[in-house]
């Protein structure tokens, strides 16, 4: 079975300055699609990233990218010019390529912006 | 475009009383999930749903079921409520093309006293 771990509980980080979440999995496939999810105070989760495995290339969003070691099965998330409004949850998440999308989630990360 | 919406947002059951958590999309996707969230954790999958009248279990399906008569509609049933119940519920839905994003509802904060 698949494996996500979030071995940082908490963050913080000053504002507009730059924050890595670390996100480790496992997993005996080749093929699978990562993720990045944010849950603000709302509840709401909101998709802040994704990588598919058989891109080398590590995916970017605005101030969003991240850093996928495929062979070290390591997928952190870097957040550049940190805002207030980044702070929440933040959840990396596994699943398979093909089919139903099963998300396998990590434990989150919460991320406190200091003004 | 409403997207996903759950109902209720909030729930008091008390031990051994039944419920049924909404679920409705208007996005005609194929697949459809229930997740629970646990205080400080992450969400694990109970139920999901690859069309109407498919349904099969996720990580945690033991207390709770589920149906599908509709592509937009797919409600979870809880027969007994028990405390290890309380938690937060999601329901997400997603196309069957590809690997698409998932699109999640805004969770049912269910509490079984």
């Known amino acids: 079975a698949q494996t996500v771990t979030q071995s940082q509980p908490e963050m913080s980080v000053q504002e507009a300055e730059t924050v890595t979440l670390s996100c480790t999995y496992d997993?005996?496939?080749?093929?699978?699609?990562l993720f990045w999810y944010k849950q603000p105070p709302s509840r709401q989760m909101i998709l802040v990233i994704r990588?598919?495995?058989?891109?080398?290339q590590n995916a970017t969003e605005n101030r969003f990218s991240v850093n996928f070691q495929k062979a070290a099965k390591s997928f952190s998330l870097k957040i550049s010019d940190s805002q207030l409004g980044d702070a929440a949850m933040y959840f990396c998440?596994?699943?398979?390529?093909?089919?139903?999308?099963?998300?396998?989630f990590g434990q989150g990360t919460r991320l406190t912006i200091n003004p | 475009n409403a997207g996903v919406t759950q109902t209720p947002k909030f729930r008091i059951l008390k031990i051994g009383q039944s419920m049924t958590l909404q679920c409705t999309q208007d996005?005609?996707?194929?697949?459809m999930y229930w997740y629970r969230q646990d205080p400080g954790m992450g969400l694990k999958l109970i139920y999901y749903?690859?069309?109407?009248?498919?349904?099969d279990k996720g990580e945690v399906p033991n207390g709770y079921n589920v149906s599908r008569s509709t592509t937009e509609d797919f409600p979870l049933r809880l027969e007994l409520a028990a405390p290890s119940q309380t938690s937060v519920y999601f329901c997400?839905?997603?196309?069957?093309?590809?690997?698409?994003?998932?699109?999640f509802g805004q969770g049912t904060r269910l509490t079984v006293v």
């Open positions: 990588q598919e495995a058989y891109k080398q």
């Open positions: 998440a596994y699943s398979r390529p093909l089919g139903a999308q099963k998300l396998v």
């Open positions: 996005m005609n996707h194929n697949y």
């Open positions: 997400a839905s997603s196309y069957a093309q590809m690997n698409t994003e998932a699109f």
């Open positions: 997993t005996s496939e080749s093929d699978y699609y």
């Open positions: 749903s690859v069309g109407a009248g498919i349904t």
